[in-house]
Every structure is written in C-alpha cells, then in structure tokens.
Nanobody, 120 residues
Framework: QVQLMESGGGLAQAGGSLTLSCVAS????????MHWYRQAPGKQRELVAQ???????WYLDSVKGRFTISRGNDKNTVDLRINNLKPEDTAVYYC??????????????WGQGTQVTVSS
C-alpha cells in the first residue's frame, strides 16, 4: 500500500503565501512524477503543477510565477509554494503521485486533499 498525506492548507489573506506539503509513504520502490491538482467549488479538478523524475517542472499558465513545486532530497516529498495568493486560488488541493511499488507495480495514488481558502 502507498499513501499520500498532504498538509499546509488553511485560511490565508490575498497577497499572502502558503506552502502545501505532501509525503508519500508505504511500500515504495521509487516515486516517479508528483503532481498537485486543485478543485474549486463547482469546477472540475485541474492540474496546477507537476515535477517529474528528472526534476523537470510544469505549471498551469494561470499560476506561473506564483506557484513553485519542489521535491525533497529523498524524492518522496513534494511541496507547493503559493505566493501572492488570490481569492481564485480557493480550492481543495490534491497531491497525486506515480509510484513504483515494492512489488514492482506502477500505481497512481491520490491524497485526501487539503483546503486552501483565500480571503480578499
């Protein structure tokens, strides 16, 4: 079993910053790509940032320059730094990872989500 645990969400003011963290644990051989999605009320879940096994990154156009994704040295953790928060960043943020398990199976795993609420 592989699990993802997010932390770092909460209530923040517009213009402020938050850092979301995600830790992968369990029967892991290696973690490939790690991704952050968000889902705002009444909207579809969207990919906002990802970091792949070679540490290449990708960002949704609307968050470029404000969001920074990074991985820990053990490659099992990923952070999402959000600067200059905007009310439209309000959403549940989900961590997602592509993992090679200890039994050599490739699995895709979701975290439970963490709420980010930005007040204007």
């Amino acid at each position: 079993q592989v699990q993802l645990m997010e932390s770092g969400g909460g209530l923040a003011q517009a213009g402020g910053s938050l850092t979301l963290s995600c830790v992968a644990s369990g029967s892991i051989f290696s973690v490939l790509g790690m991704h952050w999605y968000r889902q705002a009320p009444g909207k579809q879940r969207e990919l906002v940032a990802q970091i792949l096994s070679g540490d290449s990154t990708w960002y949704l156009d609307s968050v470029k320059g404000r969001f920074t994704i990074s991985r820990g040295n053990d490659k099992n953790t990923v952070d999402l730094r959000i600067n200059n928060l905007k009310p439209e960043d309000t959403a549940v943020y989900y961590c997602n990872a592509d993992v090679i398990s200890s039994s050599n199976n490739r699995v895709n795993v979701w975290g439970q989500g963490t709420q980010v609420t930005v007040s204007s």
